[in-house]
C-alpha cells in the first residue's frame, strides 16, 4: 500500500482545478506520465482560449502557453511548444505551469475567521515547511484569497523559497491583485522576486502598480520579456518629467 501510494503521489496530489507549479516529472512512470498528459491537454486548452478571447499573450514564446521553463532530459525542450511535442515515455521532464484561470466576476475572499482556523490547523500540526505547501497546494482550488491574506499566509513560512512556493500556488486565487505590493513585501529579496517572474512570467508578475520601485533586467531572446520591456518604455515615456 505504501509502495503504490509513492508511485503514485504525484497524480493523487495533481490539482487539475488550479495546476499552477514547478513540476518534475518521471516519464517511465505510469502516474507520473499521466501528470504530464493532464497538463499538456490542459496547456492546449488554455490556448485555445486566450486565443479567441483575444487575451494579451503573456507566454514565453509567445506562442500562448502556459508552460515555461520545458526541460526535457535536464535541457531545454527543443519544439515551439509541448503541444506539437510527442511525449515519450522515458527520462524526466521538468516544467513550470502557471495557468491563466481566474477568480470569477464577484468571486469572495475566503472569512478572515475560516482563515484564521485554517493557520491555527497548519501550526499545530507537526511537519515541514515542504509538507504544509502541498498541504495547501491540495486544496487551494477551495480557496479565494485577498492579497492581505496571502500575506498571513506567508507568515508560516521563514524561508525564501517556501514563500515563493505560496505565491505561485495561490497567485491565480487572488481576489485583489491590483493590492499585490501587500504580499510583495514578504518576497521582495532580488532572488525571491526573480525566481516569481521566471515561474509566473514577468508580465504577469510585473509590478503594474509601482514599477518605479522595480528592478529588471531583460533578456530579448524571450517573448514576454521583450513586451515587459516595450511596456515599461511606454511607462516612462509617459511620465510627465515636471513630476521628477
Same mark, same amino acid.
Given at each position: 500500500?505504501?509502495?503504490?501510494?509513492?508511485?503514485?503521489?504525484?497524480?493523487?496530489?495533481?490539482?487539475?482545478?488550479?495546476?499552477?507549479?514547478?513540476? &518534475?516529472?518521471?516519464?517511465?512512470?505510469? *502516474?507520473?506520465?499521466? %501528470?504530464?498528459?493532464? @497538463?499538456? !491537454?490542459?496547456? =492546449?486548452?488554455?490556448?485555445?482560449?486566450?486565443?479567441?478571447?483575444?487575451?494579451?499573450?503573456?507566454?514565453?514564446?509567445?506562442?500562448?502557453?502556459?508552460?515555461?521553463?520545458?526541460?526535457?532530459?535536464?535541457?531545454?525542450?527543443?519544439?515551439?511548444?509541448?503541444?506539437?511535442?510527442?511525449?515519450?515515455?522515458?527520462?524526466?521532464?521538468?516544467?513550470?505551469?502557471?495557468?491563466?484561470?481566474?477568480?470569477?466576476?464577484?468571486?469572495?475572499?475566503?472569512?478572515?475567521?475560516?482563515?484564521?482556523?485554517?493557520?491555527?490547523?497548519?501550526?499545530?500540526?507537526?511537519? &515541514?515547511?515542504?509538507?504544509?505547501?502541498? *498541504?495547501?497546494?491540495? %486544496?487551494?482550488?477551495? @480557496?479565494? !484569497?485577498?492579497? =492581505?491574506?496571502?500575506?498571513?499566509?506567508?507568515?508560516?513560512?521563514?524561508?525564501?523559497?517556501?514563500?515563493?512556493?505560496?505565491?505561485?500556488?495561490?497567485?491565480?486565487?487572488?481576489?485583489?491583485?491590483?493590492?499585490?505590493?501587500?504580499?510583495?513585501?514578504?518576497?521582495?529579496?532580488?532572488?525571491?522576486?526573480?525566481?516569481?517572474?521566471?515561474?509566473?512570467?514577468?508580465?504577469?508578475?510585473?509590478?503594474?502598480?509601482?514599477?518605479?520601485?522595480?528592478?529588471?533586467?531583460?533578456?530579448?531572446?524571450?517573448?514576454?520579456?521583450?513586451?515587459?520591456?516595450?511596456?515599461?518604455?511606454?511607462?516612462?515615456?509617459?511620465?510627465?518629467?515636471?513630476?521628477?
Amino acid at each position: 500500500g505504501i509502495r503504490v501510494l509513492k508511485k503514485t503521489h504525484k497524480l493523487l496530489n495533481f490539482n487539475a482545478e488550479n495546476p499552477t507549479g514547478r513540476y &518534475s516529472l518521471d516519464l517511465g512512470a505510469p *502516474a507520473e506520465f499521466a %501528470v504530464a498528459q493532464r @497538463l499538456k !491537454l490542459l496547456d =492546449m486548452w488554455e490556448a485555445i482560449v486566450g486565443r479567441r478571447k483575444g487575451r494579451m499573450d503573456t507566454s514565453e514564446k509567445g506562442n500562448y502557453s502556459r508552460m515555461r521553463n520545458v526541460c526535457y532530459r535536464h535541457q531545454p525542450l527543443d519544439a515551439r511548444s509541448v503541444a506539437e511535442w510527442t511525449l515519450p515515455e522515458f527520462d524526466t521532464l521538468e516544467l513550470d505551469y502557471a495557468s491563466a484561470k481566474r477568480p470569477p466576476q464577484g468571486a469572495e475572499a475566503l472569512d478572515d475567521g475560516a482563515l484564521r482556523k485554517l493557520l491555527a490547523t497548519i501550526c499545530s500540526r507537526p511537519g &515541514s515547511q515542504v509538507m504544509r505547501l502541498e *498541504a495547501l497546494r491540495t %486544496v487551494s482550488d477551495k @480557496l479565494f !484569497l485577498n492579497s =492581505m491574506q496571502l500575506r498571513e499566509l506567508l507568515g508560516l513560512f521563514a524561508e525564501g523559497s517556501a514563500r515563493v512556493e505560496c505565491i505561485v500556488t495561490f497567485f491565480g486565487r487572488l481576489v485583489d491583485i491590483h493590492n499585490s505590493k501587500v504580499f510583495r513585501v514578504r518576497a521582495e529579496e532580488a532572488a525571491d522576486v526573480d525566481l516569481l517572474r521566471e515561474r509566473l512570467g514577468i508580465l504577469e508578475y510585473f509590478p503594474y502598480c509601482q514599477p518605479e520601485q522595480a528592478s529588471f533586467a531583460f533578456d530579448f531572446r524571450v517573448f514576454d520579456q521583450r513586451i515587459a520591456a516595450s511596456l515599461l518604455r511606454k511607462l516612462a515615456d509617459a511620465e510627465d518629467p515636471q513630476s521628477n
